[in-house]
């Protein structure tokens, strides 16, 4: 298969990203607009031919999808050790370019509409550009070093797009926090990184991921306080990927990063970069599943079972729409987690890996579905507040629909698309383990119902008597409302168990009937619930955060994780650490370095009476001096 | 007259027609002649390397031997090889870049472009140098006209940080020539005649004991200029005070100093003194590494947190020089040549932002991407280089250091590597807080509306020295791979 023009994908928007950003003053607003999206447009249709040249035409060779490969070498540090800059084919590297260009594509258009009027229109274009490059970069990556330099790009592309109100102080300190606490993340990933080209001698996936390869086979060559050093990595580079995607306990950055732009919440914190953590579990899956037999996968499913749960907790009692989104997206990628965590590697076994995948697609398209319809309704009331929302279905029919089909769709409603991805993730969960099953089931009612609390209270509730009556957002924001909903409704029916598959050979999927009728009444109790509370205005849901008391007040402060990380990073960082090493440089080993001086002048200060500048004390010296050295000499002499 | 003289002798040539000028005016000019000529001398030595390498496999090409004190048999020797191309490639460009930045020096311009030259004389020279101790002489060169630039063009507490800059360096000095002279006495110990050329002595078996004796003090020597933990204090001060060009040259250039002498003489010349002596250096220069990164949290003048910043990037020069295996060699060279341009980069842009809104306190400043767009946007690109941004020199160069001390498998090395990767974290901790305060936010002073505009020969300054960060993130291959077969000498010393 010839992939030469896959390259094209990410270079279009990185050249849409200089191009804006060099004639950054001397381009139009609208200019800036449309070069974006006609960018991307031609990206994502080169996406699409490569999906179906990939799935349907080239990829399968005896039942089997093909790796493509095509690389070059960037930087040598050792013989065998190397950095290559290239691009990996295989499906799912495929299926998250076709998120990716869709997600970006909607959200260009969206943007013009959204925003419109603001001074630095052309910079936002510029850096969705430069975003949408590293993302692609990201996911085309054919080696551990080539994805953490595009997982770096796209890391401070998020920062710069969420500091992107860079006047606003809350902007500056998100944007600050995101790019920190990731940091932190990729620390761990950089180790894992280092463990692995040390002890296995390459960065290729190709190579790592070979079941028969030595990577894999030589695991346990070496080990370190009991575990392999592999099996070490691998939970560093994990660290990684749960710093990105918002895994418990390094989550604390994705609410505040809701201050950036609402259409950037939608491509980056919700679609495309917080699931890049879940892509990296996924590219390197062979490894995590054969190396001490899983062990990682374990934490990863424990760790990704934790967050959905703490996060849908937490999503119930938020207020700030675009927050309940926030802890929405990190319960979903808790999902995702989980589900790679529970599966298998051969045939029906890898269904969480495949179902992983799948709600990863599904959830894309639903997520920005609803960021997007969330940005319209503020777009629409200036404000981020249910508080200041109600009845708006009046005034924004399209928003209403499309808002409530995203809402199904997460709830797992059949047949929208949430159903049958999350569907999957159960069957798998069930299959390997029934705690993380149950904790499956409760997240899905959980979703359910404060998605539907979202929605009521946007939407129903109360007949808000708005001083500006909200109107329905123009076009280019309906529009991708209107495909994004499609897409929702459809992109369940894809069979994702013929493409994409851990051991890449495609099985047949069955829905498991008991499973999705339990999944889908827990579903619809949380609507029920839901309904009951927030449908018509009523003192209900008040006076049941009251009977919780405590219990309401820890999740509505997000259980102080917040308030702890600032413990530790002001008080003890800053001021026990920081501060008081600036002290001692400057009073101890600066103090030193003065005192040597100072001592020097001291003594120089009592021996220079020596030099009295009198004439007769120099000839007395003088002559004691030729007298001692003549002394010397003859004694020196006579021996 | 051979390539690398011309290096000298440009230099001077300059020095003596700014003697005849008048006024700022024609002192700049003549100088920046000067130096575009040195640069194009530069770009076009590093072609003429890559046409020599391949028809010349010496060690050091383009060399040239002139016998200048015969009695010491101390010679006039120069040569070079990919590291010292690199690095003259790093002088030619910051001094370049320098003289654009002082467009607009009223002080006595005709003697501050002479001290400026003067100690770029030293710089070439000491980079061609093959033998010690015309490279010493070079060195003393660079250093001396420091203490006038910072003495005389300086600001603030100028005479304090100039006499504490220089008495530092001198007894850095004096040490080094205790160590220079060690090796000197032991260089005929396989029966030949004494010797200063480095690649002469690099094949004599120095007896063990003098190399444990002579490592440390030749190390101690340069690595004070390297700001080597907790010799470093110099540094800050010495910053603060200088002048603006001044101090892109010292943090850019001089500095290099250390890590290039540590490297060609104390690691090649007694890798044994080297092997034994690692730990303690491996110790001081994490802490270095750690400290001036957390140093740099808590300050609030801006010259003071890039002078702690460069405390940390240096101090992984050394860690990286001390891995003792060529990709963390490579790492360290290109980390020197990183950090040269980044940290000229900051300071040409302290100085711009200085020179407008009359402070350096971060506390003061705030919104100033609003008001000077231009040089806010570059100073956060400055300040994502300068954190390890993959696309920028410093990623290449912290790469390369890092994967390389993860070839050292003991435990010691491996926690020492670890403290030292966890860098990442903490600059992008005082990068950021930098850039939240002063650059983004809202506009804090009434005043700065009106600021001045960035002027053309700033953006050239700027330009010039952004080019090559961006050129080294983007395509490294030509560069590492240049220094990486450089390196193989200094490997054989080692096995």
Known sequence: ?639 | MDILSLFIIVPIITILVLVFTKNLKQARVVSMLGSVVQLVMAINLVFAYFNERVVNDNIMVFTKDVVWFEHFNIHYNIGVDGISVALLLLTAIVVLAGIFISWKMYDLPKEFFMSLIVLSVGVYGFFISIDLFTMFVFFEIAVIPMYLLIGIWGSGPKEYSAMKLTLMLMGASAILLVGILGIYFNSNADGGALTFNILEIAQVNIPYEAQKLFFPLTFIGFAVIGALFPFHTWSPDGHASAPTAVSMLHAGVLMKLGGYGVFRVAMYLLPLGAIDWSWVFIILSVIGVVYGAFSAIRQTDLKYINAYSSVSHLGLVLFALLMLNKTAWNGAILQSLSHGFMTALFFALIGMIYERTHTRDISKLGGLLKVIPFISVIYVIAGLASLGLPGFSGFVAEMNIFVGAFQQKDTFMRVATIFSISVIVITAVYILRVVGIMLMGPVKNEAFLKLKKVTWYERFGILLLLIPIVGIGVAPLWLSDMILESLDPFIKGLL
Not at chain 1, 415 to 421: D, E, I, R, V
Not at chain 1, 550 to 557: E, N, Q, V
Not at chain 1, 587 to 607: A, E
């Open chain 1, 1 to 639: 298969m010839n992939i030469t023009y896959i390259i094209l994908i990410p270079i279009i928007p990185f050249v849409i990203f200089l191009f804006l950003g060099v004639f950054y003053k001397r381009i139009k607003p609208a200019v800036s607009g449309y070069v974006g999206v006609f960018g991307l447009l031609a990206s994502a249709i080169l996406s699409f031919y490569a999906a179906y040249q990939y799935f349907f035409v080239h990829g399968k060779v005896d039942g089997v999808y093909q790796t493509f490969l095509k690389k070059s070498v960037w930087m040598n540090f050792t013989d065998t050790l190397h950095i290559d800059m290239g691009i990996l084919i295989d499906p799912i590297s495929v299926m998250m370019l076709v998120v990716v260009s869709v997600v970006s594509l909607m959200v260009h258009i969206y943007s013009r509409g959204y925003m419109k009027g603001d001074e630095g229109y052309t910079k936002f274009f510029a850096f969705l550009g430069l975003f949408t490059f590293s993302m692609y970069g990201l996911v085309l990556a054919t080696n551990l070093f080539q994805i953490y330099i595009f997982w770096e790009l796209v890391g401070v592309s998020s920062y710069l797009l969420i500091g992107y109100y860079y006047t606003k102080t809350s902007a500056i300190a998100a944007a600050k926090k995101a790019f920190i606490v990731t940091r932190f993340a990729d620390f761990g990933f950089l180790i894992g990184i280092m463990i692995i080209g040390y002890y296995t001698g390459t960065f290729d996936f190709e190579t790592l991921n070979n079941p028969e390869g030595s990577a894999i086979m030589n695991w346990a060559a070496t080990s370190f306080m009991g575990l392999s050093v592999i099996t070490w990595a691998l939970i560093f580079i994990f660290i990684g990927g749960a710093g990105k995607s918002a895994m418990f306990p390094l989550h604390i950055w994705l609410p505040d990063a809701m201050e950036g732009p609402t259409p950037v919440s939608a491509l980056i914190h919700a679609a495309t970069m917080v699931v890049a953590g879940v892509f990296l579990v996924a590219r390197l899956f062979p490894m995590f599943y054969f190396v001490e037999d899983g062990f990682v996968l374990k934490i990863v499913a424990y760790v990704g079972a934790f967050s959905a749960l703490f996060a849908a907790i937490i999503a119930i009692t938020q207020t700030d729409i675009k927050r309940v989104l926030a802890f929405s997206t990190m319960s979903q990628l808790g999902y995702m987690m989980l589900a790679l965590g529970v599966s298998g590697y051969e045939g029906h076994e890898g269904v969480g890996y495949m179902a992983s995948m799948f709600h990863l697609f599904t959830h894309a398209m639903f997520k920005a579905l609803l960021f997007l319809g969330a940005g319209s309704v503020i777009h629409a009331v200036h404000s981020n507040y249910l508080k200041d929302m109600g009845g708006l279905r009046r005034y924004m029919p399209i928003t209403n629909i499309t808002f409530l089909i995203a809402a199904l769709a997460i709830a797992g409603v059949p047949p929208l698309a949430g159903f049958w991805s999350k569907d999957e993730i159960l069957v798998a969960a069930y299959e390997h383990n029934k705690l993380i099953y149950y904790v499956g089931l409760f997240v899905a009612g959980l979703t359910a119902f404060y998605m539907f609390r979202l929605y009521f209270s946007i939407f129903w509730r109360k007949d808000t008597s708005y001083e500006k009556k909200p109107k329905e957002s123009p076009l280019s924001m309906t529009f991708p409302l209107l495909v994004l909903a499609v897409l929702s409704v459809v992109s369940g029916f894809i069979p994702f168990s013929e493409f994409v598959t851990a051991d890449k050979a495609g099985f047949e999927a069955h829905l498991n009937y008991p499973l999705a009728v339990i999944a889908t009444t827990v579903g619809i109790i949380g609507i029920i619930l839901a309904w009951i509370f927030y449908k018509k205005e009523n003192n209900l849901s008040d006076k049941y955060a009251r009977d919780f008391g405590p219990l309401y007040k820890w999740a509505c402060d997000k259980f102080y994780f917040d308030e702890i990380y600032m413990f530790v990073t002001k008080k003890i960082l800053f001021k026990r650490v920081s501060a008081p090493i600036a002290k001692f440089d400057k009073q101890v080993v600066d103090g030193t370095m003065n005192g040597i001086g100072n001592k020097t002048v001291l003594i120089s200060q009592k021996i220079k009476g020596i030099q009295s500048g009198k004439v007769q004390d120099y000839a007395f010296a003088f002559v004691v001096g030729i007298v001692v050295i003549a002394l010397v000499f003859i004694y020196l002499w006579t021996n």
